[in-house]
Nanobody, 120 residues
Framework: QVPLVESGGGLAQPGGSLTLSCTAS????????MGWYRQAPEKERELVAR???????TYADSVKGRFTISRDGAKNTVYLQMNDLVPEDTAVYYC??????????????WGQGTQVTVSS
């Protein structure tokens, strides 16, 4: 498993912005896709956004037009720019990465989670 290091969570006011970042540390692997999931209290973990090789992106309907996912392939880092935050965005955000060391040795990794709280 490839370690993922997240940063950027915290407290924001409604209408505010936060940027999350996640870096896959180490070497000798190829990343096929990275993304962000979130889990609010008493709710299931859900996909927020993901980006795969070729820069194809997918967003949850609830964040379309407000969140932007991007990736720096050279740094194995994915970013989530979150604008126009609403209280319903409050959750623990988890970074996710999938890739491979070799053709027969793939991996899926999760970050430790970073808290995002939207409140006035």
């Amino acid at each position: 498993q490839v370690p993922l290091v997240e940063s950027g969570g915290g407290l924001a006011q409604p209408g505010g912005s936060l940027t999350l970042s996640c870096t896959a540390s180490g070497s000798g692997f190829t990343i096929n896709g990275m993304g962000w999931y979130r889990q609010a209290p008493e709710k299931e973990r859900e996909l927020v956004a993901r980006i795969i090789t070729g820069e194809s992106t997918t967003y949850a309907d609830s964040v379309k037009g407000r969140f932007t996912i991007s990736r720096d392939g050279a740094k194995n880092t994915v970013y989530l720019q979150m604008n126009d935050l609403v209280p319903e965005d409050t959750a623990v955000y988890y970074c996710h990465a999938a890739g491979a060391y070799t053709a027969s040795r793939s991996f899926v990794s999760w970050g430790q989670g970073t808290q995002v709280t939207v409140s006035s």
